[in-house]
């Protein structure tokens, strides 16, 4: 089964590094998908995810892994995926939020924290 990591805001792939390698040393296939919150749009990198997830399932059962705004960003590109593209077998979420983080909704309003977030961001 291949496994996809998909980090969190202000992260890079290379984050889920420790976690894959024990991944990979168990005989798992690893991935890692990476985008950067302050070049693109919250849509544009699901689309990107959501392409990277149909590519996957077109080859069999995959499972994903999203850190914080990573799990956020997987559950967004999944629920956009066509009927006739095969879903993840297992959604890891570690740290995703759910509801709106205290330290995003203190920060929501501050130039600085929107100008590198953009609008993931506001989804935290």
């Known amino acids: ?3 996809l990591f998909v980090h969190g805001m202000g992260r890079t792939p290379l984050s889920g590094w420790p976690m894959l390698r024990h991944l990979r040393s168990a005989g798992q ?3 890692t998908f990476g985008y950067m919150t302050s070049v693109e749009d919250a849509a544009v990198i699901g689309r990107r995810l959501a392409g990277r997830l149909a590519a996957m399932g077109a080859q069999g059962d995959y499972a994903v892994i999203g850190h914080s705004l990573g799990g ?3 559950r967004m590109a999944i629920a ?4 006739d593209v095969r879903l993840p077998h297992h959604l890891f979420l570690l740290g ?3 509801g709106a983080t205290r330290l995003a909704s203190r920060l929501q309003g501050h130039p600085v ?3 590198l977030t953009r609008d993931c961001g506001q989804m935290l």
Do not use: D, E
């Open 80 to 83: 956009t995926l066509p009927a």
């Open 1 to 3: 089964m291949q496994l």
């Open 29 to 31: 296939q690893t991935g």
């Open 72 to 74: 956020v960003l997987l």
């Open 96 to 98: 995703s939020p759910i």
């Open 113 to 115: 924290y929107r100008v």
